[in-house]
């Protein structure tokens, strides 16, 4: 009898040891609410893409919405515990935060954690000092020069101008293609050189601080949709502190989240955000220079 027991005891130790090695080591928060976009369409998708990596355990955190009678006292009591988890992936675009919040972020990032910037993430807290810091480079919200440069890439290198006018434009949606600009880092080591992405919003003219700033990849914003003639920034990272930023400028809407060049780098961008490499494999559905491939 004294035998079963303990052979229960063994098996219910194994048992419960496999399922702690299942479980996801990461942990990341998604942060929405407001935005100029349908995040209610698309925080769904972010979700599913970093947990099927295998690799996250997702929360979500929903900042108050507008025009409730209490709206001013719930966004004042809005204080989400960053530091519980491994990575923040921003899907936020709308009003400042109170100070306390803002010093968090600020706290968390620079003390080691990770961060991700999704499409119009970049268009928030343009009066944030530490917060265009972390996302490198902004469009909208009245950005100039004050700003800081505008950046992109020119024969082969990157190019910071200075000139005077207002940060961030799009022409037409369309499919583009992005090149890998830094094939060894962790990111983007092993992707094609070249790969093509659904029809986005092709942001251009961000300008930032743009400090401790590095350039993935890039894509041309061709005149012919309202482009800019510059081959414009679109997935990078930022050293802010000890912590890890990845900036991607993909992911207007749900159809453009389903591109598997979208859900591939975000799912990298983030893990490597959350511990400095990547240990993911490149899919075999990944997208090569011809057609962008879409999951359902």
């Known amino acids: 009898m004294r035998i079963k027991r303990i052979v229960a005891t063994l098996l219910l130790w194994s048992g419960m040891a496999a399922v702690a090695a299942a479980e996801p080591a990461l942990k990341a928060l998604i942060v929405d609410g407001q935005n100029n976009h349908n995040w209610k ?6 979700k599913k893409a970093l947990e099927e990596t295998g690799l996250f355990t997702v929360d979500v955190v929903t900042a108050p919405g507008k025009g409730s009678s209490d709206y001013a006292q719930a966004m004042a009591r809005f204080r989400p515990n960053f530091a519980g988890y491994s990575v923040v992936v921003m899907n936020y675009n709308g009003d400042d935060w109170p100070a306390e919040t803002r010093k968090d972020l600020e706290s968390y990032v620079a003390g080691g954690g ?3 910037s999704v499409h119009a993430a970049d268009n928030s807290f343009p009066n944030w000092k530490a917060y265009n810091e972390m996302i490198g480079l902004g469009g909208w919200g009245g950005r ?3 700003s800081g440069p505008y950046v992109y890439w020119k024969d082969g290198r990157i190019v910071r101008d200075t000139s005077k006018g207002p940060g961030g434009s799009h022409g037409a949606q369309h499919p583009f293609l992005l090149e890998v600009r830094q094939p060894e880092h962790p990111i983007t080591k092993g992707l094609p050189l070249k790969f093509r992405h659904a029809p986005d919003e092709l942001y251009s003219l961000l300008r930032g601080p743009a400090k401790n700033l590095t350039v993935l990849a890039t894509a041309y914003a061709d005149p012919k949709f309202g482009g800019t003639g510059r081959n414009e920034p679109i997935l990078m990272t930022i050293d802010f502190g000890k912590g890890r930023v990845f900036h991607t400028t993909m992911g207007h809407d749900a159809p453009r989240c389903r591109s598997v060049a979208f859900i591939v780098t975000l799912q990298r961008g983030a893990e490597w955000a959350a511990t400095g490499k ?3 494999a ?3 559905d990944f997208p090569g220079a011809d057609q962008p491939r879409v999951r359902e």
């Open 41 to 46: 369409a698309t925080t769904p998708l972010l």
């Open 278 to 280: 990547v240990t993911q």
């Open 282 to 284: 490149v899919p075999a």
């Open 114 to 116: 990770g961060l991700v």
């Open 144 to 146: 100039n020069e004050k």
